[in-house]
């Protein structure tokens, strides 16, 4: 009776082995077949293009980053294609100075004491200022005071004239054509006439600023 149990035991721990095998073998062909189907199998890559088979190393394109002793062809015509708008929103910048300039500069009445001359600091240099201050302004004032009968001007820029603009001299000179209308005793009937104005600038920073104005 013992030998019969121990036998009938010996089979069950056979049979428990043999399963345990068989799920093994079934276990490693199923992660064969999950890592095969990730690729994460070593090997070539084969590649069917038009029915040719292609069989090498997957390989990874290898880019070069532009340097400052070689540039970038790209960037460089880039680079090349801004440079006229640049040199565009100068210019304009300059003859927007220059014709805000003219109008303010060439308008004014003995009225209000020439006050205009002074709010127009933000556009000028020092010693454009301390030329207003010490000699344009009183010779005005000398010319037609408040004492006199109604004196003024006013100046409407009608067009522009780029003379130089140099970048790297940080100057520029600009011609504005100019309306005048000058009143005397009253505000009725002035006299009209043109007149061009010469504005000469150097540039401080990122500004123009107004360096000597001289009416033609």
């Known amino acids: 009776m ?3 149990i121990q036998t009938e035991s010996n089979k069950k721990r056979k049979f428990i082995w ?3 095998f068989l799920l093994l073998i079934i276990i490693a062909v199923i992660l064969y077949l999950i890592l095969a189907r990730y690729n994460i199998i070593s090997g070539p890559i084969n590649v069917n293009i038009n029915n040719q088979n292609i069989n090498e190393p997957a390989t990874v394109p290898v880019t070069t980053t532009p340097t400052f002793n070689t540039p970038d062809s790209t ?3 880039q680079m090349l294609d801004t440079a006229p708008i640049v040199i565009e929103v100068q210019k304009s910048n300059a003859v927007f100075t220059a014709s805000t300039f003219a109008e ?3 308008s004014y009445s003995n009225q209000s004491n020439y006050k205009n001359l002074d709010e127009l600091t933000v556009f000028m240099t020092d010693s454009m200022i301390r030329w207003i201050n010490q000699t344009y302004k009183p010779s005005l004032i000398a010319q037609n005071p408040q004492t006199n009968a109604y004196y003024a001007l006013e100046t409407k820029a009608i067009s522009s004239q780029i003379n130089l603009l140099d970048e790297d ?6 011609l504005i054509k100019t309306q005048r209308q000058e009143f ?3 505000i009725s009937n002035p006299r009209i006439f043109y007149q061009d104005i010469l504005i000469k600038m150097i540039k401080i920073g990122d500004e123009w600023k107004v360096d000597g104005a001289y009416w033609q």
């Open 184 to 186: 005397k005793n009253s």
């Open 18 to 20: 043999l399963l345990l």
């Open 104 to 106: 303010r500069f060439g």
């Open 169 to 174: 001299a940080n100057a520029s000179e600009i």
């Open 2 to 4: 013992a030998e019969e």
């Open 75 to 77: 960037i460089l015509s």
